[in-house]
Nanobody
Framework: VQLQASGGGLVQPGGSLRLSCEVS??????????MGWYRQAPGKQRELVAR???????NYADFVKGRFVISRDSAKNSVALQMNSLKPDDTAVYYC????????????????????WGKGTQVTVSS
């Protein structure tokens, strides 16, 4: 399972960035349940930023409400995070996460009930 995140970078305070993450497997994806974005700043624990269910229900951390919007494209097995009004405190490595059901293309084994993580993308907010 690969979760390929992109869109990070350096932005000035008040600016915007859009993160994207696409899920791929060596086999067949049957379903993707919750998808989400987490972040980890230096010296801090990883924390939830936003999650979205397969039905489109969203959940945001208080510190991003009104500034960030999470969305997903089921046809592309992807999740995005539109980040607006960025602050220096938003500086962190952002990780995408997905809970999916999929079948190994070679063994035919079905995997379910597991969380998968991307490698992370750096977001730096600084003037």
């Amino acid at each position: 399972v690969q979760l390929q995140a992109s869109g990070g970078g350096l932005v000035q305070p008040g600016g915007s960035l859009r993160l994207s993450c696409e899920v791929s497997v060596s086999g067949t994806i049957f379903s993707i349940n919750d998808m989400g974005w987490y972040r980890q700043a230096p010296g801090k624990q990883r924390e939830l930023v936003a999650r979205i269910s397969s039905g489109g229900s969203t959940n945001y951390a208080d510190f991003v409400k009104g500034r960030f919007v999470i969305s997903r494209d089921s046809a592309k097995n992807s999740v995005a995070l539109q980040m607006n009004s960025l602050k220096p405190d938003d500086t962190a490595v952002y990780y995408c996460n997905a809970d999916l059901v999929w079948e190994h293309g070679i063994t035919g084994t079905v995997e379910a009930g597991k969380d998968y993580w991307g490698k992370g993308t750096q977001v730096t907010v600084s003037s």
